[in-house]
T-cell receptor
Framework: AQSVTQLDSQVPVFEEAPVELRCNYSSSVSVYLFWYVQYPNQGLQLLLKYLSGSTRVESINGFEAEFNKSQTSFHLRKPSVHISDTAEYFCAVTSGGATNKLIFGTGTLLAVQP | EPEVTQTPSHQVTQMGQEVILRCVPISNHLYFYWYRQILGQKVEFLVSFYNNEISEKSEIFDDQFSVERPDGSNFTLKIRSTKLEDSAMYFC???????????FGQGTRLTVV
């Protein structure tokens, strides 16, 4: 069974500052990793994914994440945040398998202040 | 860009009533899912559906829940007799298969009163 831990329930940060949202996972098999973003009163949007290949992945809006197998982590970073980045960020894992179901972390609210 | 669509966006129902939440997955996807998110909590897996049958379900998905793909395009979640604790946002998702990302709909907010 897999599990995901997002230790920070809320991360306040000033605009243009860097941010890191932490995600650790537990699994006995190889995994695929995802970050989803949920803007206020909206659904879940895929932000970025690690399926295979390069361990560092990037999104089109400046976020990046690095898969670290030895530390079982997939932390999300952005060097300079905007007010519009304010949202809930969910880390998720799947082993693929027969169902490809996702296991989500509890989410981190990124609160960007002016 | 293809997307998963869900209707209605918001449903209010009385306790004990049946509700059907509807979803249209991405057309060439083969795996379909329902997840739910109780207000302020994490997103939880309910059920996965593949090849016209349930492939996995969580302990939340008890006998009050059922899923169906009635016509090859829609994917529905039925709650037979709603309880107050069923109030949540319900997300439908679809994917092309193992090792691919899941695409989520905008969700249906179910409020049981």
């Amino acid at each position: 069974a897999q599990s995901v831990t997002q230790l920070d329930s809320q991360v306040p940060v000033f605009e243009e500052a860097p941010v890191e949202l932490r995600c650790n996972y537990s699994s006995s098999v190889s995994v695929y990793l995802f970050w989803y973003v949920q803007y206020p009163n909206q659904g879940l949007q895929l932000l970025l994914k690690y399926l295979s290949g390069s361990t560092r992945v990037e999104s089109i809006n400046g976020f990046e994440a690095e898969f670290n197998k030895s530390q079982t982590s997939f932390h999300l970073r952005k060097p300079s945040v905007h007010i519009s980045d304010t949202a809930e960020y969910f880390c998720a894992v799947t082993s693929g398998g027969a169902t490809n179901k996702l296991i989500f972390g509890t989410g981190t609210l990124l609160a960007v202040q002016p | 860009e293809p997307e998963v669509t869900q209707t209605p966006s918001h449903q209010v129902t009385q306790m004990g009533q049946e509700v059907i939440l509807r979803c249209v997955p991405i057309s060439n996807h083969l795996y379909f899912y329902w997840y739910r998110q109780i207000l302020g909590q994490k997103v939880e897996f309910l059920v996965s559906f593949y090849n016209n049958e349930i492939s996995e379900k969580s302990e939340i998905f008890d006998d009050q829940f059922s899923v169906e793909r009635p016509d090859g395009s829609n994917f529905t979640l039925k709650i037979r007799s709603t309880k107050l604790e069923d109030s949540a946002m319900y997300f439908c998702a679809s994917s092309g298969g193992p090792g691919t990302e899941a695409f989520f709909g905008q969700g249906t907010r179910l409020t049981v009163v």
